[in-house]
């Protein structure tokens, strides 16, 4: 809607067509923030732009190609969709486009996903069978849903009933074990006592990523229902990606607020960093490494909690009532870093390209799935900037990082260690 | 695809099957508006068209190859770095070729020679960064940080800080430019060697050719390398700092600093001017139109009119702010007595400095133009002029009295003159008059404004830097010619013959005037189309 009623619904491209048409081809979603500009390297934040060069893969261009859709003008064909799906959904574009104007350009990308999916175009092959994975054994790999709980150590016991409960997510409990028990382990030792859901869902952030609202919205209301049935005061979750979908995609799945969850939802790192600052939780062992720190989207840029809005567009484009954007601005950027920070013999140097402009892994969002050597290649343009910087480490906070970056680093044949943060703090304990 | 399969062949060859394109959805993200520089507006929509092909060369062999191809096979061209200058960047004819420079981003410094050879893919902030670790700096044009170094180089690229440092016309040093026929010109120290240091070489200095005061947006063909020349900065790292949207330089006091003044009136910010000129002081000093502060200050389009809306005729007539950047390039002490001297001029004048930021957002590393799209959603300079300081201003106050029968669907900016500024240390003064206005509602008006403005120039006897390319030629060429239209279609023709390179500028204002049902009224010169 260019004037008159307007919401942040996703589920209606319409509503975001003052956002796609107001775009100015500044590429600021593409560069990093200029203030930061480091030059001539590492001087993009946006992955599809940098990868497959044709503007189209811009914001810019998707902004054009989303009015040509409204328009009609636009038929879909595999080149379209593989320009709507190959991108991470990261972020980058939004916070850049936000420095200096109002447009929604991350809930643009979202909805024209939407919208594929709605008009029986989207989305990717790999991604339908993903979401069979999950339909069927309600994790995203498609394995036994029994195996969900493999993870737990026999010496870590959950309580049945505490303030705080661990959303472990289909990565922790699957394929990345070491990330959930490292958690456990630190809530243990934190003396903070946990409990896991009886039975653990997939969060459906793939779902909900490639554009399935209504499988994604289903499975929220499940989750949000069990979380609240076992009067849970934080759901607790060491993926970045999980914790953006319970965060920010759930409220806007069911139109309700980030406050409206009925309880508080919090990264690892966000838990620790307090622990910390209260004296709860010490770090008495050594980790000597040098190791630097990436800025997983979902927890950073994305994570700004969620507040549906809906109201008119009127004279100069203004809303009201008024709107408060997610700009990125209050992202988790300090605490992981604090947290590093403490620990002793850690050496963090930080990337070129770091909070608000840090370059996605590649791995999020169905990119993995559906265009694994675009994210080979996201991962190995960020870790050749990490050899810059001369890190023998990388520290994520989110699952999918980590592997991709693993993953990458053995076929580049680069040297280097690769751990969730959760690892690095237990380690310290 | 609308081009012929041979022709297409012809330029897969040359880039190969990766970087070639003629598929709509790759095709439509090259599509000028509808949002943009000068986009919304009736020229946008009426002369642009979306590419049938997009191509991306790494050389300039690659480029040359790639015209003439086009030569061969008729297909008209044009060239796009970042696509940022609206829809006079863009194609303007069906059947059309982009052709996408950004792959071409290969970059080079002198150190000890104080110059940057770079390709029109890289950007403004890329070279200011690459520069300003060296102790160099240069000027990030008003256009912005995002804009292609050469782009802005043979277009506009001018700030407040072209107070110190001057137009861009002096700082193009050794260039090569592919011919709308592909044949290759060396320019400056290139055409007798392998070094593009200096500016000059044999036979005339076509420098000129390339860009005038404001450049020919690509009708006279490809500028695929060029030397840029540097300058001495001073040796403080100027900070990054903030998180977006609030990120700042943090400039070292001792060494960079701006300060804000109150004047008491037009005349005493002119003087000001002049003084500091006389006294050789100061990095840059520019008078900005008055929303800008607005803009600054506001955390979005709400709180901008919020803020705006509490002006008035009055208040905006009476309020008449100087920003002043002084810049200790030799020492501290240079900061100390500049300082001190500036003070004692604005004291003089009985101006009073305002509590200014130790930072900067606007004008080192950003040039912010992307923030003056956020309160209205359109917007486009209306004009130029480099002439003197005494030319510049009452050139601004016109334009509020022309822009007042104009408003809406212009913005209500309560006759603020614009932007007016020295450059070259006195020697030259500068307008700017940009206009903004709600695309979402007729804007037929603002491009009557436009055309209206060349009008004035003419009547009033302003010097209009945007002939050419960007106002009808045959208002204009006849009116500062007496025969610069005929002049300037003589040299498309030579270079040109087919008429391949960008069509039809830069005859394509004359063209959207022809076209458009609502700029015929306004229609009373001689001209052939």
């Not at chain 2, 861009?168 to 026929?181: A, K, M, N, Q």
């Not at chain 2, 404004?449 to 003419?458: G, R, V």
Request: aromatic share 10%; glycine share 8%.
């Amino acid at each position: 809607m260019l004037k008159g009623k307007v919401s942040l619904d996703v589920t209606r491209l319409d509503n975001f067509e003052y956002d796609m048409s107001k775009c100015i081809k500044c590429k600021g979603c593409t560069w990093v923030d200029h203030i930061y500009m480091p030059g001539v390297t590492f001087s993009t934040r946006c992955p599809s732009a940098t990868r497959y060069l044709f503007d189209s893969h811009g914001a810019y261009g998707k902004m054009r190609i989303g009015i040509a859709m409204l328009e009609g003008r636009m038929d879909y064909s595999d080149k379209l969709l593989e320009i709507l799906y190959a991108c991470t959904l990261c972020g980058a574009c939004d916070v850049g486009c936000k420095r200096n104007l109002d447009l929604e350009i991350e809930l643009s990308l979202e909805a024209l996903r939407i919208k594929a999916v709605k008009d029986g175009k989207g989305p990717m092959p790999q991604h339908k069978k993903v979401a069979q994975n999950i339909s069927k054994e309600h994790n995203r790999f498609g394995s036994p849903h029994q195996n969900r709980g493999k993870w737990l150590p026999d010496n870590i016991k959950p309580a049945q009933k505490a303030d705080v409960l661990y959303f472990v997510g289909c990565s922790a409990s699957y394929k990345n074990p070491e990330i959930a028990q490292a958690t456990a382990k630190i809530l243990n030792a934190a003396g903070t006592p946990f409990m896991l859901l009886a039975d653990e869902w997939c969060c459906g952030n793939m779902l909900y990523s490639v554009g399935m609202v209504d499988e994604a919205r289903e499975l929220a209301r499940r989750n949000i229902e069990a979380v609240r049935k076992t009067g849970a005061k934080t759901l607790l979750l060491s993926c970045a990606e999980g914790y953006r979908m319970w965060k920010v995609d759930y409220p806007k799945l069911l139109n309700i607020a980030t406050a409206d969850l009925g309880f508080r939802v919090v990264h690892l790192v966000e838990l620790v960093d307090e622990l910390i600052k209260k004296g709860t939780l010490k770090f008495t062992k050594t980790v000597n490494l040098r190791l630097t720190y990436h800025d997983s989207c979902s927890l950073s840029r994305l994570s700004e909690p969620w507040t549906p809005w809906s109201g008119e567009r009127g004279e100069w484009g203004m809303v009201s009532p008024s709107l408060e954007r997610r700009r990125g601005t209050n992202g988790v950027y300090q605490p992981p870093r604090d947290i590093l920070k403490s620990i002793p013999g850690v050496e963090l140097v930080e990337m070129i390209r770091m909070k608000e402009n840090a370059f996605c892994c590649g791995a999020g969002r169905g990119t993995q799935e559906a265009f694994p050597d675009f994210a080979s290649w996201a991962a190995g343009e960020r870790l050749k900037e990490v050899k810059a910087i001369g890190a023998e480490a990388i520290v994520a906070t989110c699952p999918w990082c980590k592997d991709n970056f693993a993953k990458t680093a053995k076929e580049n044949g680069q040297k280097l260690k690769v751990f969730d943060i959760a690892e690095i703090i237990l380690a310290a304990i | 695809m609308a081009i012929s399969k041979e022709a297409y062949k012809g330029l897969e060859a040359i880039v190969g099957k990766e970087y070639i394109s003629a598929d709509p959805a790759v095709c439509e993200g090259y599509r000028a508006g509808p949002g943009g520089y000068e986009c919304g507006l009736g020229y946008e929509r009426v002369m642009t068209k979306i590419p049938a092909c997009v191509i991306m060369p790494r050389t300039t062999e690659e480029v040359q190859k790639i015209v003439k191809t086009c030569n061969k096979y008729k297909v008209p061209y044009v060239p796009y770095s970042t696509g940022w200058y609206g829809p006079r960047s863009h194609c303007h004819v069906d059947d059309e070729l982009i052709i996408d420079l950004k792959r071409m981003n290969d970059f080079e410094i002198d150190e000890k020679h104080l110059y940057a050879v770079v390709g029109p893919g890289i950007i403004y902030s890329q070279l200011q960064e690459e520069a300003m670790n060296r102790g160099m700096y240069i000027i990030i044009g008003g256009g912005g940080a995002q804009c292609s170094a050469i782009a802005n180089m043979i277009g506009d690229g001018w700030s407040p800080l072209s107070y110190r440092i001057g137009l861009p016309h002096r700082r193009i040093l050794g260039t090569e430019l592919v011919l709308p026929d592909g044949e290759l010109v060396k320019m400056g120290s290139l055409a007798t060697g392998d070094d593009p240091f200096w500016g000059d070489g044999l036979g005339p200095d076509l420098r000129g050719l390339l860009r005038g005061f404001t450049g020919h947006r690509g009708f006279l063909g490809i500028v695929t390398r060029m030397a840029i020349k540097l300058l001495p900065f001073q040796p403080e790292r100027l900070e990054p700092a903030g998180i977006s949207p609030h990120t700042t330089l943090m400039l070292p006091e001792k060494r960079v600093k701006w300060i804000n003044f109150t004047m008491p009136s037009k005349d005493a910010m002119r003087e000001a001017m002049f003084e500091m000129a006389k006294a050789e002081i100061g990095g840059g000093v520019t008078k900005v139109p008055i929303f800008w502060r607005a803009i600054a200050r506001a955390n979005s389009k709400e709180e901008f009119w919020e803020l705006w809306s509490k002006e008035n005729e009055e208040t905006i007539s009476s309020f008449h702010l100087l920003r002043v950047l002084l810049i200790a390039f030799t020492s501290e002490e240079q900061m100390e007595y500049e300082e001190q001297v500036l003070n004692e001029i604005i004291a003089e004048l009985g101006g009073e400095a305002r509590r200014t930021r130790p930072s900067d957002e606007s004008w080192f590393k950003n040039a912010d133009s992307a923030g003056m799209w956020l309160m209205c959603g359109g917007y486009v300079s209306v004009d130029y002029v480099i002439e003197t300081i005494e030319h510049a201003i009452p050139h601004g106050e016109n334009y509020a009295k022309l822009k007042r029968n104009y408003t809406p669907p212009l913005m209500p900016d309560y006759g603020d003159p614009g932007w007016f500024q020295s450059f070259e240390l006195g020697h030259q003064g500068y307008s700017e008059f940009l206009v903004y206005w709600d695309p979402d509602v007729n804007s037929d008006g603002v491009d009557q404004f436009y055309l209206e403005t060349s009008k004035e120039n003419i009547r009033k006897r302003f010097y209009t830097s945007l002939l050419g390319p960007h106002q009808p030629l045959y208002l204009t060429g006849p009116a500062y010619g007496p025969n610069y239209h005929e002049w300037l279609l003589k040299i498309k023709n030579e270079f040109d013959p087919l008429f391949i390179c960008h069509p039809p500028v830069p005859l394509a204002h004359d063209e959207f005037v022809k076209r458009a049902e609502w700029m015929k009224p306004m229609k009373d010169w001689e001209s052939p189309i």
